[in-house]
């Protein structure tokens, strides 16, 4: 079944102790309990499992906000994707851009990430996006092509993927493309998937960077755009309720 749309996903990042992962979680929970759309929280592994036991009676959905790509071994504090379903993940984000630059990771791992997770059994998000410098080079469509052509498996399907699409110059700066940029990277996207794969003109596609209650309909109006990944606004329970209602949610 393809997920209902918009699919409107919290990610967390390093945010989150105990208590004040549990209280979002759980005012969250109180809008919840029956979702006319998609609504996913991706909170930082160690409160995974207990935010997972306090929205479980609820449609939330509870997600990772990275795996590993083997099941288990010699990976001093590195997290597998099975752990995480273990823990109560239905999803996972590979490729975030803060792993991406920060962390040095390569297309080739990030494929290995998103390959183990979909054979695990969790909704994989796969983030791409182009820096600021690749932009202002008018170099967006290149990187694109290079991270798709790269990360993203032939194992994928509508139901097991997921692209979002994150500026990272966008990411937690206040700035997002134009709306025409966005509608035009989107369609692009859109394009390409259907050209790659059997059910690409359904594979969701998000996107991030800088979405908050003031955009996000703006943002979601626009024909290929299936949803959002909100970084700074879903650590706030009533900001991200109310872009996941302006999107069409209820
Ligand atoms: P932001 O982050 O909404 O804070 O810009 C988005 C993301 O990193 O997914």
């Known amino acids: 079944m393809p997920l209902a749309r918009p699919i409107v996903f919290?990610?967390?990042?390093?945010?989150?102790?105990?208590?004040?992962?549990?209280?979002?979680a759980g005012s969250l929970a109180q809008r919840s309990?029956?979702?006319?759309?998609?609504?996913?929280?991706?909170?930082p592994a160690t409160v995974l499992a207990e935010v997972?036991?306090?929205?479980?009676?609820?449609?939330?959905?509870?997600g990772g906000q990275d795996?590993?790509?083997?099941?288990?071994?010699?990976?001093?504090?590195?997290?597998?994707?099975?752990m995480l379903k273990d823990a109560g993940a239905r999803a996972v984000i590979v490729g975030h851009s803060e792993r991406r630059h920060?962390?040095?990771?390569?297309d080739d791992f990030v494929c290995r990430k998103a390959r183990a997770a979909i054979e695990s059994g969790l909704l994989t998000v796969l983030c791409i996006g182009e820096t600021e410098e690749e932009w202002l080079a008018g170099r967006r469509f290149e990187v694109l092509t290079r991270q798709l052509d790269g990360s993203l498996p032939d194992s994928a399907t509508a139901e097991t993927l997921l692209i979002a699409y994150e500026p990272v110059w966008a990411i937690g700066t206040g700035r997002t493309p134009s709306i025409e940029d966005i509608r035009e990277t989107h369609a692009w996207l859109r394009r390409r998937l259907a050209a790659r794969f059997a059910d690409g003109a359904q594979m969701a596609l998000?996107?991030?960077?800088?979405?908050?209650?003031?955009?996000?309909?703006?943002?979601?109006?626009?024909?290929e755009v299936d949803g959002v990944l909100v970084g700074g606004a879903s650590l706030h329970a009533?900001?991200?309720?109310?872009?996941?209602t302006s999107g069409g949610g209820a």
């Open 52 to 62: 997972a036991r306090r929205v479980a009676d609820t449609a939330l959905m509870v």
């Open 33 to 43: 309990a029956r979702l006319s759309a998609t609504l996913g929280i991706f909170p």
């Open 206 to 223: 998000l996107y991030g960077g800088s979405v908050k209650a003031a955009n996000a309909a703006e943002i979601m109006a626009q024909p």
């Open 102 to 106: 920060g962390l040095g990771e390569s």
């Open 238 to 244: 009533e900001e991200f309720w109310r872009i996941y």
């Open 10 to 24: 919290g990610n967390w990042k390093m945010h989150g102790l105990r208590a004040d992962a549990l209280a979002l």
């Open 67 to 82: 795996c590993h790509d083997k099941p288990e071994g010699p990976y001093t504090g590195c997290i597998s994707a099975p």
